[in-house]
Nanobody
Framework: QVQLVESGGGLVQPGGSLRLSCAAS????????MGWYRQAPGKGREKVAD???????NYADSVKGRFTISRDNAKKTVSLQMNSLKPEDTAVYYC?????????WGKGTLVTVSS
């Protein structure tokens, strides 16, 4: 049974930084992609960034240059460093893990950017 647990959400002022982390457990293929999605109030779910086992990354245009995704394969963790946060970054952030065509989701962590 694959489980994902996020941590690190909270309240931050505009321009501030926050780091999200996600720990995966269970039997996981090394050929996997880990990532982050977010869902803002009243909006659909949006992919923020993902990172393959080998380290290649993809980012949404809205976060390029501000967010950095990284992973530790030995620890089965993925992190999202978020800098220069804007009010529009307010959302529930979900960690995802994909392998063999299956996609797993964490329960999400709330990030609120407000003064």
């Amino acid at each position: 049974q694959v489980q994902l647990v996020e941590s690190g959400g909270g309240l931050v002022q505009p321009g501030g930084s926050l780091r999200l982390s996600c720990a995966a457990s269970g039997t996981i293929s090394r050929f996997n992609v880990m990532g982050w999605y977010r869902q803002a109030p009243g909006k659909g779910r949006e992919k923020v960034a993902d990172i393959a086992y080998g380290g290649s990354t993809n980012y949404a245009d809205s976060v390029k240059g501000r967010f950095t995704i990284s992973r530790d394969n030995a620890k089965k963790t993925v992190s999202l460093q978020m800098n220069s946060l804007k009010p529009e970054d307010t959302a529930v952030y979900y960690c995802t893990l994909t392998f063999y065509g299956e996609e797993y989701w964490g329960k999400g962590t709330l990030v609120t950017v407000s003064s």
